[in-house]
């Protein structure tokens, strides 16, 4: 919202909107950002999706002040996941890096090995759901457990949704075009993929960080968080 | 043309601004007369009233003297303004000022409200659909401990039986509570299921009952009288049937009402009937009701057995004690109370309901032939407290209804919908009953539903 | 009416967008079903919406003949009366005015109105009507499953809403909640568009502060709902999970129907809390459209610019900002924390300065114009007196002390007809009348319309400014049947009558409205290119209805703002906003 505000100071400070003028010679509309379309899609599609885990951390925190909250012992493979994803992100990156020098047989091998470790990165955490399941912790076993699945679930659904966009980039480069043909998905999904890197390091230290046990709630006060005694 | 709209459109604007105004003024609805200390509340609205008023007939009024003053003439122009910061800054500055007049007393009146004052007295209000009930702390001024797990038949409101505090806490099992003049009291609200609203329009607050926590609302009555009690949260079918009573009264006839109540432990000590004990009772009722308790229609005697032994000591009582069977026009009632009455006392009551429980339950055959469609889809209100297999629901005070005797049940309904029955101000649960019976439009709704009631297995 | 010929040198060579770019689809499946021209799916969006909203009305029509006259309808029983409420209210604010507003008014107006051949995505923009399709067609079959629809209230509160005890509490609720989180990724994609449209797709010298005031309120609306219908979608999916998988985010440990239910700790607050960070900015995303368009609709039939633009723009993006800081006005009496209350309240009338700045400047508008009673003008002004009416009520629930006795009974119900149901309805209509003819080419029969705007605007006032004093008497709200209450008087249920008989009476003329749609497609007079004499773009377009790519094959370009009505020396009372300034015209021009 702020940074609405701020752009739109600088849209109209001083402008007196009556006066009748020719246009500047601009490509887009006046005041325009210079960017394809499709980018300025994506960051507005990243606010949404901001917005969604912002509300789905800050239910997380309200929720865990409940009575029976208990933390959840984070499974180990977290941190293998984790390290996949870092470097299928880092492999984007290489691969945009390639695509702005125009070297395709680079983007292909950086988007297969980003593929790779994102597929991993996706197995990775159906093996620690599995686990969890094994030993007990059923999606409603506790609330920590059902926010577990529940962010972990949101989170894979968008990385399926940016693999869409990954395999159509990839089956254009297996075809053998220009790299100037996919320069620009190149760069959407890189932008995407860091995106969901930074979303999945702040779950993970939300998860890490948990206290055992945090109530603000004492027995005469109504408080937001819920439960009094 | 555009003239005579515009006069038209004038006209309409003044006539309902003058119209709005005096519908306010003249108006015989409003908020009914205050019963507590809330006094500020009100006079916040009438101040709220002052300021949004005159906006409202000084926008309205301007409009209208706009619309005929401006409007298309051959020829006419409209001016050429862009835009004029000085009229718009004044404009904003006495709006933000009508805005500050109006929010700064609301707060103050608003800090009062939350802040609950060290003397008040604590009782508390508990809500499950569709019933109130209330707890008062016994002699050492603490109320116990409560959880929704310790709930059941026997401790309805949850108490924790291990809880020391908790045992001369007084039960009201009752939609009616009654709190002593002029002394402020903070309502601690509790829901075991699902959101209610503690709600009595003469005391002006409101708040929320939710579940796993305690919410709280604080007035001082200043009025003796009887006042409704509303949940005003959605909870449900039976939402707007959930009513209380709050009576006011003074200090000495509160204590007297609050000691006919029991304590928690006294609730738990009470014994069970002696079913032996029960049998030569029951030879009385026998003879209209059946020595299987199977019903008579004949008779017009209702089958008892397989009811909820609560129902029937409950109404047991209700005759008893003239709450049911007084009404001038339940002929039958009127049979049933001196009946009733020659049961001595609370163990008769417990005796011969407990011989009845032992009696075998065989389904009542069914006497009506209606169609049951409509039946079908009006029992979907009534299966919300008596189950959909209408075998009944104590928590829910709701009696059997399958396999009793429908012919009884289509009296019964009759009578609850004409106010025959669940009219007397000490039959508890009865006016709920009363407003539900009334949904059936007319005779054919009453046995298409009793009808299908029988149908259910 | 006189038509203005488009001046050739106001277009510049096709430099933007490629006309060759646009796939023109030629069959009539390609043109009205499976169509990318956002012009076709506005109009898709609108009658889907227009229909289904009558279904709410049918279903306000049935409550409002249980209030009147309680116990003389046998098919109306305490449980499907809840039915009705629900579906009402849900359908009326997410399925009709939201998808109204944004995806029809939205798709059709915006490429036209800021010079663009269409949506950025148009592809996108096809999946979005069709994804909104299915969610209406998920919230219409919960009419028809075990237990019928969700009885629970718009508001959806657990615990109540998915246990025994609510109607629909299995498949309805679960319909409900599924057929919500569809409409929320459809409007995702919708939204997506509008705003990527408005910031990248605007034709040359179309700057933001030229921008009619019908965009602005659009295009803000469109980032609240992008940013507030995430927390509808995640306490959606958090209440199916709690339903079905026995999570327990938003139930606590509790006894249903003398039942122990395996659910611990959850906070039924925390869905409130949630569904109201989306359910405040919701009343928005329906009102700031309804503003902007409101704010041409007065500026074309008074000849007059809109009084003060610039405020007018600042007033939307500030209410739009505060929407998000006030949601828990609606849970004064909820049981959160009481401190709350006080800062609530404060922003609540806060945001209620620019809102008056608004009505302000609409008056502003009419007064010293020339004013031309058309149809539209006439709803307008309709909207202005109900829009103070249902504003200054307001101010009484945002004020803290002033809730606790008026929260939860008809007075709430009152008020936010007022606000967000009769108001933006009336300008949905005053906006048909003033964009049919460019939809189809042809009026809207006028007398008709004056009959329709005469009857809606008096009916509604009839309905609801009377309902406010039920609410001071304490009347609930979602109560069945009010009987054996001693503060409720029995005249009460007089009133009740009359404000039954006067909505049944709307109900019925809304007929009268579809006719003149259907006939006036028809039979009504043509309308030419621009029948009301307008200065934005849509007006200007070289053919009505337009072809698909909107501007043939030039766009144009823009000159000046959307308001330069009645300017001093120019020879008509308007000039169109891609008419170039000319070296003599008065001192407001310059090259």
Known sequence: MATVVWWLVRQTINVRPWIAQRPIDNVYGDGALSLPPVKVGLGVFLAVATSLFALLISAYFMRMAGADWTTLAVPRGLWLNTAALTLSSVAMQWTRVAARRGRIDGVRIGLIAGGIFTFCFLAGQLWVWQQLNASGYFVAANPANAFFYLLTALHGLHLLGGLWVWGKTTAKVARGVEVGAVRLSVELCTVYWHYLLLVWLVLFALLLSTPPRQSSCTPDTIAICGVTK | MDGGVAMVVAIALVLLVVGSVLFHLLSPWYFTPIASNWSAIDDTISLTFWVTGSVFVAVNLFMAYCVVRYRHRKGSRADYEPENKKLEGWLVGLTAVGIVGMLAPGLFVYAKIVDVPKDAAV??????????????????????????????????????????????????????????????????????????????????????????????????????????????????????????????????????????????????????????????????????????????????????????????????????????????????????????????????????????????????????????????????????????????????????????????????????????????????????????????????????????????? | MSYVAHDESAFVRPAEVEEAELYHPKTFIGKYIWSQDAKVIGVQYAITAIAVGLVALVLSGIMRLQLGFPHTFSFINPSNYLQFVTMHGMIMVIYLLTALFLGGFGNYLIPLMIGARDMVFPYVNMISYWVYLFAVLLLMASFFVPGGSTGAGWTLYPPQAILEGTPGAHLGIILMLVSLAFFIIGFTMGGLNYVVTVLQARTRGMTLMRLPLTIWGIFMATILALLAFPALFVSAIMMTLDQTLGTSFFIPALVSRGEHLDYSGGSPILFQHLFWFFGHPEVYIVALPAFGIVSDLIAVHARKNIFGYRMMVWAIVAIGGLSFIVWAHHMYVSGMNPYFGFFFATTTLIIAVPTALKVYNWVLTLWRGNIHFTVPMLFAIGFIFTFVNGGLTGLFLGNVPIDLPLSKTMFVVAHFHMVMAVSPVLVVFGAIYHWYPKVTGRMLNDSIGKFHFWVTFLGTYAIYFPMHYLGFLGVPRRYYAIQNLDFIPPSAQSLNVV?????????????????????????????????????????????????????????????????????????????????????????????
């Not at chain 2, 508990?126 to 116990?144: A, C, I, S």
């Not at chain 3, 008989?501 to 309308?527: D, E, R, T």
Request: glycine residues 10%; neutral net charge.
């Open chain 2, 123 to 457: 009782f508390e209000a508990v809500g499950k659909q569709w019933h109130w009930g209330f707890r008062f702390p016994g002699k050492d001024g603490v109320l116990g401990s409560v959880d929704a797990r310790y709930v059941s038949d026997k401790n309805p409101f949850g108490m924790n039986p291990d809880d020391p505090f908790g045992r001369d806490d007084i039960l009201i099992a009752s939609p009616e509570v009654h709190l002593p003049l002029g002394k402020p009291v903070k309502a601690l609200l509790r829901s075991i299921d699902v959101l209610h609203d503690f709600a009595v329009p003469q005391f002006r607050v409101k708040m929320d009952l939710v579940p796993g926590m305690v919410t709280r609302s604080w007035f001082t009555p200043t009025r003796t009288g009887k006042f409704d009690l509303l949940c005003e949260q959605l909870c449900g079918i039976g939402h707007f049937v959930m009513r209380g009573k709050v009576v006011v009264e003074e200090e000495r006839a509160f204590q007297e009402w609050l000691s006919g109540y029991p304590t928690f432990a006294q609730s738990m000590a009470q014994v069970a009937g002696d079913a032996e004990a029960g049998k030569p009772l029951f030879a009385v009722c026998a003879a209209c009701h059946g020595a299987q308790a199977e019903g008579n229609r004949a008779m017009n005697a209702p089958k008892l057995s397989g009811q909820g032994d609560w129902y029937l000591k409950r109404q047991l009582n209700n005759f008893k004690h003239g709450a049911r069977g007084a009404h001038d026009k339940d002929l039958y009632g009127k049979q049933m109370a001196p009946m009733a009455a020659t049961l001595a006392d609370n163990a008769a009551v417990n005796n011969v309901v407990a011989y009845i429980k032992t009696l075998p339950d065989n389904p009542a055959p069914a006497t009506l032939k209606d169609d049951t469609t409509n039946g079908r889809n009006l029992y979907a209100t009534c299966g919300a407290c008596h189950g959909s297999d209408g075998r009944g629901v104590q928590a829910m005070n709701a009696p059997r209804l399958s396999g009793m005797s429908d012919w009884y049940m289509v009296t019964q309904l009759k009578n609850f919908k004409q106010g025959i029955r669940g009219a007397h101000p000490n039959d508890r649960y009865g006016p709920q009953m009363a407003s539900m019976a009334a949904i059936l439009a007319d005779d054919q709704a009453t046995t298409g539903l009793v009808a299908y009631i029988s149908t259910i297995k």
């Open chain 3, 499 to 591: 404000i039954t008989i006067a909505a049944l009476v709307v109900g019925a003329v809304q007929l009268v409205f579809l006719y003149n749609l259907v006939w006036s497609y028809f039979k009504g007079k043509p309308s030419g290119d621009n029948p009301w004499q307008a200065t934005t773009l849509e007006w200007q377009t070289a053919h009505t209805p337009p072809t698909h790519g909107n501007f043939g094959s030039t766009l144009p370009v823009v000159y000046r703002w959307a308001y330069d009505f009645s300017v001093p020396g120019a020879e008509t009372d308007f000039i169109p906003q891609n008419q170039p300034p000319s070296k003599k015209a008065g001192s407001t021009e310059e090259t």
